[in-house]
């Protein structure tokens, strides 16, 4: 069955310090990756996408993330955080096949920002 | 171009009562899929529409149906509720039903069950 791990429940990091959340999938072939934001009292804001090609993925407000199949990891990554980054980041794998857009997240991690 | 909306944004409710939460996705967005989220489970998805018919269905007891329009708006519906259908349920939409369709969030309905 298609599983998403995410290890690091809650993740505190100063502001300017690089950050890397942890995301580990269960899935029988090449899946498609997501990570998504959730700022307090808000719905789920798509970061970036892994499909094929390329396993370093570029996304919006900085973030990148690197897809290693031999790890069956999808780490979330950014170099220097912002305080405006404090947020709850979800890691998700969508079917590869089949008409579907059902997503499968996993728990989630918190992130807290220090000044 | 306007997001996803739901409405409403918070509710109330009390052990055995039913409530039916509202959809609007995305102008030209044709799925539909609603996701349940506690502090317990996460995020766990619930139902999938495409066209008006429900395409998929996550692991939910009967109580919990929806359907959608032929203008793509999308109600779901929880009867009897219980203590534990205390949740945030998120409506998203996307153009198509691929997985590789982005897949654009709501703010969510905040359902709180006494």
């Known amino acids: 069955a298609q599983s998403v791990t995410q290890p690091d429940i809650h993740i505190t990091v100063s502001e300017g310090a690089s950050l890397e959340l942890r995301c580990n999938y269960s899935y029988g072939a090449t899946p498609y990756l997501f990570w998504y934001v959730q700022s307090p009292g808000q719905g789920l804001q798509l970061l970036l996408k892994?499909?094929?090609?390329?396993?370093l993925v570029q996304g919006i407000k900085g973030f990148e993330a690197e897809f290693k199949r031999s790890q069956s990891s999808f780490n979330l990554r950014k170099p220097s955080v912002h305080w405006s980054d404090a947020a709850e980041y979800f890691c998700?794998?969508?079917?590869?096949?089949?008409?579907?857009?059902?997503?499968?997240f996993g728990q989630g991690t918190t992130l807290q920002v220090k000044p | 171009k306007a997001g996803v909306t739901q409405t409403p944004r918070y509710l109330i409710k009390t052990r055995g009562q039913q409530v039916t939460l509202s959809c609007s996705p995305i102008?030209?967005?044709?799925?539909v899929s609603w996701y349940q989220q506690t502090p317990g489970q996460g995020l766990q998805f619930l139902f999938e529409?495409?066209?008006?018919?429900?395409?998929n269905k996550g692991n939910f007891p009967g109580r919990f149906s929806g359907r959608q329009f032929s203008n793509s708006r999308s109600e779901m519906n929880v009867s009897t509720l219980e203590l534990g259908d205390s949740a945030l349920y998120l409506c998203a939409s996307s153009l198509g039903r691929k997985s590789t369709d982005t897949q654009y969030f709501g703010p969510g309905t905040r359902l709180t069950v006494l």
């Open positions: 529409y495409f066209s008006e018919t429900q395409r």
């Open positions: 998700a794998v969508g079917a590869h096949s089949g008409n579907t857009g059902k997503l499968i």
């Open positions: 892994y499909f094929s090609g390329d396993t």
């Open positions: 102008s030209g967005h044709r799925s």
